[in-house]
């Protein structure tokens, strides 16, 4: 019967995966089409498809995930494809509202036609300015002037003898004033004496009364009449006529400045203008402001004061991308003042209102042009960490109601035939993208085992697409350094090598011992902690790690797992646990596990281990004679126990 250790002893090759080059079916990445859709990630596709084709309010979509797994990328090729099927959303203007010139009005108008009326109405000013003045110059006008004067003097003439004769009918004359028509009572064909008025019977009294406010009524019907036959002139004809542009400042230059903005009214502001778009809009906004999001109201300078109106208004990023999509970084809104709660509120009321945030902690509120607000029906993407969701989710009452979706990003995928061939498949977009050189199938098999490598996984491959993108990069380089039409399995290893090199030389701090059984990189992404396990006697499928084998768990727990035979960080054997207590109490098996003291430092609490482990610190092992004696074990420069080989005791 083979020894303890010989039958748990791991063998060389079976430390590192590795792929043959002759299983992948080219000879370089010339021949592999480059991907066009997202890698390794069916469940966050699955999860934008669904968030894009629900139309309903309230299941905007949160892409959480680490940096450099595609999120963005991935989201944007899905949306501008699901974009492309989509109608064109209108174009929207504002134009002066005469009735409240302090809000103006908003319209959509179709996709297009925006400039074209803007275009219009500029040239119906310019034409109405030369035309009118011509008009106004020629012999038929001054005839047709005359009549229209003429006309106007006899429907008033005929209003004020109506308007007489009714009140003559009553007993009451009319007298022009400067504050309008007065109404007098008449005695005798005469004005009655204020006398002769206060000794009238009260009944006599009532009555006069009575047919004064009859002929006051008519009195106001008429001269409302005669009003409306003024309106029938142009009101602002004189701003129409031409005038002579003064050379200095002055009340003609004042003058000739108001002319010019009253006739700014009649013209178009094109807010949002979708001419030659093709589909739904997809906005990406790199800087989320406030302004940049909700849109502004500029002001200019007339005459030394600064002013605005409805010209002045500017479109945010949810006017642009309104009737398609709105791609937000999660933390970019965060971070900047009052774009958070200004994007919600616009998402909950399903309006763009544009409105200045200093308002609302002003001391006296100013006089300025609010626009009417903009319906809104736009699909809201917002890409950011996994932890920051989390928070979201439980202090921000409105964001589960508003953000139903998730797309969870993985930081890795499982190493298969489909994404062996999706890891060559995102080279061929790379080399094609960057215009590097193509890479020999040698060299193809070495990033997927360095993929691998990241993952710290026999059967994962990372995710982190922006890692492989830099190291096909680096690998070029180190290709062209050395001559090489194509990119060798040898630039990948010099690629990897100088990349340690100069995460070495520049996180500053790097420890390590022969073996690499403990080291990290500080500030390093790839933020580590190698976790040095002793497996001994075991029947029970806990492992095949023997004496000193080392396994990287990251800031996990060291977990075992019985299918794998090695100790996997990302999933626990309850099963294994119970079965190497029971094969412990019989006496004959043991497990002991020996950790760093950087795991207690970062309180990193595993069950699973303590379960295994807790039992021997009190138990005799078979394995540490001095410690079975009831010696003491080692003591070290920290102070902890050590076992016999010197290694720290959990």
């Known amino acids: 019967m083979k020894a303890l250790h010989e039958r748990l002893a791991v063998k060389l090759e079976d430390l590192r995966r590795r792929l043959d080059p002759a299983a992948l079916p080219f000879q370089t990445t010339a021949e592999v ?90 040239s119906f000013l310019e034409a109405a300015q030369r035309e009118i003045p011509r008009a106004f110059e020629s012999e038929d006008y001054a005839r047709r002037r005359q009549q229209s004067l003429a006309e106007v003097s006899t429907r008033r003439a005929k209003l004020i003898a109506d308007l007489r004769a009714f009140a003559q009918a009553r007993e009451f004359a009319l007298e022009m004033t400067p504050n309008g028509i007065a109404n007098i009572p008449l005695h005798n064909g005469q004005p009655m004496p204020p006398e002769v008025f206060a000794q009238l019977q009260p009944g006599t009294k009532a009555e006069l009364e ?36 003064p050379e200095q400042p002055g009340p003609a230059a004042a003058h000739a400045l108001q002319r010019r903005e009253r006739l700014a009214r009649y013209e178009v502001n094109v807010l949002i203008d979708n001419s030659g778009m093709t589909g739904a809009p997809v906005v990406v906004e790199r800087n989320p402001t406030y302004y940049n999001l909700i849109g502004r109201q500029d002001y200019r300078a007339v005459l030394g004061t600064m002013v605005t109106d409805f010209r002045q208004v500017k479109p945010g990023a949810l006017h642009r991308a309104n009737g398609g999509f709105l791609v937000l970084h999660a933390l970019d809104v965060i971070h900047s003042p009052f ?17 200045n945030p200093g308002e609302q902690v002003a001391t006296l509120p100013s006089a300025r042009p609010r626009p009417e607000p903009i319906p809104l029906d736009l699909k809201v993407v917002l890409i950011g960490p996994a932890a920051l ?32 061939a999706s ?100 500030g390093d ?42 100790f996997d960080p990302d999933r626990v054997s309850a099963s294994a646990v119970r079965a190497g207590l029971a094969a412990l109490a019989g006496g004959d098996d043991y497990l002991r596990a020996v950790v760093r003291r950087d795991r207690r430092r970062l309180g990193v609490v595993d069950r699973a281990l303590c379960l295994v482990v807790g039992p021997l610190r009190s138990a005799a092992e078979p394995g540490n004679r001095r410690h079975r004696r009831g010696e003491p074990a080692r003591r070290g420069a920290s102070g902890r126990g050590r076992d016999a080989q010197g290694r720290r005791v959990l």
């Open 339 to 355: 774009a958070w709660e200004a994007l919600k509120r616009a998402l909950v009321s399903g309006e763009a209102r544009i409105e």
């Open 210 to 245: 009575q047919r004064g406010q009859q002929v006051q009524a008519q009195v106001g019907a008429s001269m409302r009449q005669m009003r409306q036959i003024e309106k029938d002139l142009p009101e602002h004809l004189h701003d129409f006529l031409p005038v002579a542009e």
């Open 33 to 122: 089409t480059p991907v066009k859709t997202t890698i390794g990630q069916p469940r966050a596709a699955e999860a934008i498809a669904f968030a894009l084709e629900v139309g309903a309010r309230g299941f905007h979509l949160y892409a959480a995930g680490s940096p450099g797994t595609g999120r963005e990328s991935a989201v944007l090729a899905a949306v501008r494809s699901f974009a492309a099927t989509r109608p064109t959303p209108p174009d929207w203007v504002y134009v002066h509202n005469f009735a409240e010139p302090d809000r103006p009005r908003a319209f959509p108008i179709p996709a297009g036609q925006g400039r074209k009326l803007a275009m219009a109405m500029t």
């Open 423 to 522: 890891y060559s498949a995102f080279l061929s977009l790379v080399v094609h993208d960057r215009g590097l050189r193509h890479f020999d199938r040698s060299a193809v098999a070495r990033v997927v085992e360095h993929g691998a490598r990241l993952r710290d996984h026999q059967r994962k491959l990372t995710a982190r697409f922006l890692d492989v993108a830099r190291l096909a990069v680096e690998a070029s380089h180190w290709a062209g350094k050395a001559g090489h039409e194509v990119v060798l399995a040898e630039d990948v290893d010099a690629a990897i090598a100088t990349r340690g090199d100069r995460r070495r030389n520049g996180h500053g701090r790097h420890r390590g011992r022969a073996g690499g059984t403990g080291q990290r990189a500080v």
């Open 525 to 566: 992404r790839r933020r580590r902690l190698r976790l040095r396990a002793a497996v001994a006697g075991d029947r029970t499928g806990l492992g095949r790690a023997g004496d000193g084998a080392e396994h990287r768990a990251g800031d996990r727990a060291l977990r075992p797992d019985p299918l794998e035979r090695v």
């Open 389 to 420: 969701y989390q928070s979201l989710h439980h202090v921000d009452v409105e964001f589960p109601e508003l953000f139903g979706v998730k797309a969870d990003f993985a930081p890795d995928m499982d190493w298969s035939e489909e994404n062996l």
